[in-house]
């Protein structure tokens, strides 16, 4: 898929847009400032003859953007993407200065989120390269994850090199615990159901938690919390599923307690049956087998 240099992005502070020809005036007004260029290998761009050559390179990169104050319109800074390598699965983003009011790193730190985010749908990889006398714009770029990862001596001059790797995208590493709701003060008949039948392990719940009521049970991947709703309504349909060791031996337990054992055989190779809690939350209870049939007592 090809880069999209000079795409229009929209954050919380800021707007960047492809840079025109017409946007001469305003963006010089900010880069005529001597200070944002003092740490820069070219620190006399504030000139005009000088950016207006900068503004020509922009123009002529179609890669350069100009950030604006979402608040009132202004232009405030501008940026670019540029030397895009589909083999390498790299770009760059570089030639980025904003107005001195906006230094500090919210406005900077938001532009350099929405490029990147819209950098890491075509690529693997940004890097970032920095004079190194220009220690702000180091201390910038290590701020939103870059590293340091060579010198380069491209473009006439030693150059460091920093570069942020797309990160692993999201994803769910599995069940840390189910939760489950009990009416208040049903801590013992919880404790008598999933620990004195199930077998579960009571452990104690963080303190500023416990205030609160309720009772854990966890026994290795295994765990189960019960949580104290106000207005509490059991769960009949959604449930937890248990995979046990000799479900016969269970059932049988459950049923010398008193407990409503409902066996079901329509899953394939499992054998499992269902119960309600103290509370009336459905349990189900289930053993891989060869054969499609509950446990009998």
Do not use: C
């Not at 030693?158 to 189910?178: D, K, S, T, Y």
């Amino acid at each position: 898929m090809p880069f999209e240099l000079q795409p229009t992005l929209i954050g919380s502070l800021i707007e960047l847009r492809p840079l025109r020809p017409e946007d001469w005036e305003d963006l010089y007004a900010v880069a005529s400032d001597p200070a944002i260029w003092e740490q820069h290998p070219d620190s006399d761009r504030y000139k005009e003859d000088v950016f207006r050559e900068f503004f020509r390179g922009a123009l002529d990169s179609r890669g350069a953007l100009v950030a604006i104050d979402r608040r009132d319109g202004r232009i405030i800074g501008s940026s670019r993407y540029a030397e895009y390598d589909e083999a390498r699965s790299e770009i760059e983003i570089g030639w980025t200065f904003l107005a001195r009011p906006y230094w500090g790193g919210r406005y900077n730190g938001e532009m350099k989120r929405l490029m990147l985010d819209h950098a890491f749908r075509f690529v693997e990889s940004v890097v970032f390269i920095i004079g190194p006398k220009n220690i702000r714009s180091q201390r910038a770029v290590e701020r939103i994850g870059g590293v340091l990862a060579g010198i380069s001596m491209a473009r006439g001059r030693e150059n460091l090199v920093f570069r942020i790797a797309r990160p692993a995208p999201a994803r769910i590493l599995g069940i840390e615990h189910v939760q489950l709701a009990m009416p208040r003060g049903g801590e013992d008949n919880a404790r008598a159901f999933y620990s004195g039948l199930l077998g579960l392990p009571e452990v104690p719940k963080p303190e500023e938690l416990a205030r609160r009521g309720g009772v854990w049970f966890e026994q290795g991947a295994v765990k189960i919390h019960l949580g104290v709703e106000a207005e509490f309504r059991a769960a009949r349909k959604a449930h937890p599923a248990f995979l046990v060791h000799d479900l016969a031996g269970l059932v049988r337990r459950l049923r010398e307690a008193g407990v409503e054992v409902v066996d079901d055989g329509l899953l394939p190779r499992h054998a499992r049956v269902y119960v309600a809690d103290p509370f009336g939350n459905r349990i189900e209870l289930m053993e891989r087998t060869d054969e499609a049939r509950p446990p009998r007592p």
